[in-house]
């Protein structure tokens, strides 16, 4: 039973442009979300997170939304870079009988075209 | 401060051999997570560590299995390896209660 659910495996967006990933859930009792992103040859990097509380979260270039009716979340960045080229992973931390676990989607490779 | 830190970086082994691989958390950092990453499954959650004892585990066979020591370093073993178990093996530290993980560069293992 996947409870994170990223279901674009990739994405191409020509530099300068928006990108947006999308991920759902099912989980209603995730409390946070988080964003990761990860390079070949490298261990995932924490990107942005947002709390359920909460419907958006902005970080620079990267801004995190959250519709909690839809169980819906989204990553956009803006503009674009070569840089931002990489696996994006979205993930999420449900807290049941005091222990808390992180579940992450199986990523979605993104390309950015010059 | 010194990030988390994997031992090998990249292991070969051949079908039925065992393997050990290491992880040293974040200094301060007692909670350690272990996360297979293949590329049909992204992150697949292993098992978790907190001062000694595991929290949590994953749907994985019993082939796979861990420890974490008195000074919160971690080692995952795999037995009798099939050749699907090759993969990045991730390791993440954190401190209990937060929800940021930070991850090692991972153990790249091929089995043949």
């Known amino acids: 039973d996947q409870q994170v659910k990223q279901n674009s495996p990739s994405l191409s967006v020509q530099e300068g442009r928006i990108s947006i990933l999308n991920c759902d859930y099912t989980n209603s009792m995730f409390d946070y979300f988080l964003w990761y992103k990860k390079y070949p040859a490298e261990g995932p990097t924490f990107l942005i997170s947002?709390?359920?509380?909460?419907d958006k979260n902005e970080d620079g270039r990267f801004t995190v939304f959250l519709n909690k009716s839809a169980k819906h979340l989204s990553l956009h960045i803006v503009p674009s870079q070569p840089g931002d080229s990489a696996v994006y992973f979205c993930?999420?931390?449900?807290?049941?009988?005091?222990?808390?676990?992180?579940?992450f989607g199986k990523g979605t490779r993104l390309h950015i075209l010059p | 401060k010194a990030g988390v830190t994997q031992t090998p970086r990249y292991l070969i082994k051949t079908r039925g051999q065992q393997v050990t691989l290491s992880c040293s958390p974040i200094s301060g950092h007692r909670s350690v997570s272990w996360y297979q990453q293949t590329p049909g499954q992204g992150l697949q959650f292993l098992f978790e560590?907190?001062?000694?004892?595991?929290?949590n585990k994953g749907n994985f066979p019993g082939r796979f299995s861990g420890r974490q020591f008195s000074n919160s370093r971690s080692e995952m073993n795999v037995s009798t390896l099939e050749l699907g178990d090759s993969a990045l093996y991730l390791c993440?530290?954190?401190?209990?209660?937060?929800?940021?993980?930070?991850f090692g560069s991972g153990t790249r293992l091929t089995v043949v």
């Open positions: 947002i709390s359920s509380i909460k």
């Open positions: 993930a999420a931390r449900t807290i049941m009988n005091r222990d808390d676990k992180i579940i």
């Open positions: 993440a530290s954190r401190n209990l209660g937060r929800h940021g993980y930070t």
């Open positions: 560590y907190f001062s000694e004892t595991q929290r």
